[in-house]
């Protein structure tokens, strides 16, 4: 492993832990083993580290869902799927939507022209034309597809943007709440399709 490499390992492991406010460069070079002047050299600012971080992240969760998006699976597997890789990327990667969330609010539309200019990009249009084939078809409620698309990627992503809060009035530790999250993808698939089913 190299250095770069060595740095966006332990840059993976604090921003997971204490999430990008907490997180401290001089921490990330501990945790790596080398000293921040070498860290600063790689990358200049906590924000670029992260943003590494962030589209190495974002890059693997798009190949998933577009995969799943774009496959010929029935719809109610295809919210599974969706829902699985999805979730399985913010677990892994937890402090990605608030960084987001926090880059929205900065940057706005240039955030969002940023990730659109990205070799690989979200395309939930397969997935929102199925599910308004199925409603055509009369296989499942009349839903707008736009308002399902949202609803699965809000419930997916809202309690990691809430995490320190939900924490709190929950009385719950890190591995608790981590462990609640991994059961949330049956519960938000059950509920999905408990939604759409006729």
């Given amino acids: 492993m190299n250095t770069e490499e060595k740095i966006l390992e332990a840059a993976r492991t604090v921003f997971t832990q204490k999430g990008y406010a907490a997180a401290r460069m001089q921490e990330i070079?501990?945790?790596a083993e080398i000293n921040k002047g070498l860290l600063h050299y790689y990358f200049r600012s906590k924000e670029r580290l992260f943003q590494a971080v962030f589209e190495e992240a974002f890059g693997r969760v798009v190949k998933h869902v577009n995969h799943i998006f774009e496959s010929n699976l029935p719809l109610?597997?295809?919210?599974?799927?969706?829902?699985?890789?999805?979730?399985d990327t913010l677990l892994e990667h937890p402090e990605v939507p608030a960084f987001v969330v926090n880059e929205l609010n900065q940057k706005g539309e240039a955030f969002v022209k940023e990730l659109m200019q990205k070799r690989q990009k979200p395309n939930p249009m397969p997935?929102?034309?199925?599910?308004q084939m199925e409603v055509d078809a009369g296989k499942i409620r009349p839903v707008n597809p736009f308002q399902l698309v949202l609803s699965l990627l809000s419930m997916?992503?809202?309690?990691?943007?809430a995490r320190p809060l939900f924490?709190?009035?929950?009385?719950?530790?890190?591995r608790m709440y981590m462990q609640l999250m991994e059961s949330r993808k049956k519960e938000i698939v059950d509920l999905v399709i408990n939604g759409i089913k006729l």
């Fill in 29 to 31: 070079a501990d945790v």
């Fill in 156 to 161: 997916c992503a809202f309690p990691f943007i």
């Fill in 167 to 174: 924490k709190s009035f929950a009385q719950i530790d890190d």
């Fill in 127 to 131: 997935l929102i034309m199925q599910i």
């Fill in 76 to 87: 109610l597997e295809k919210i599974e799927g969706f829902v699985e890789k999805y979730m």
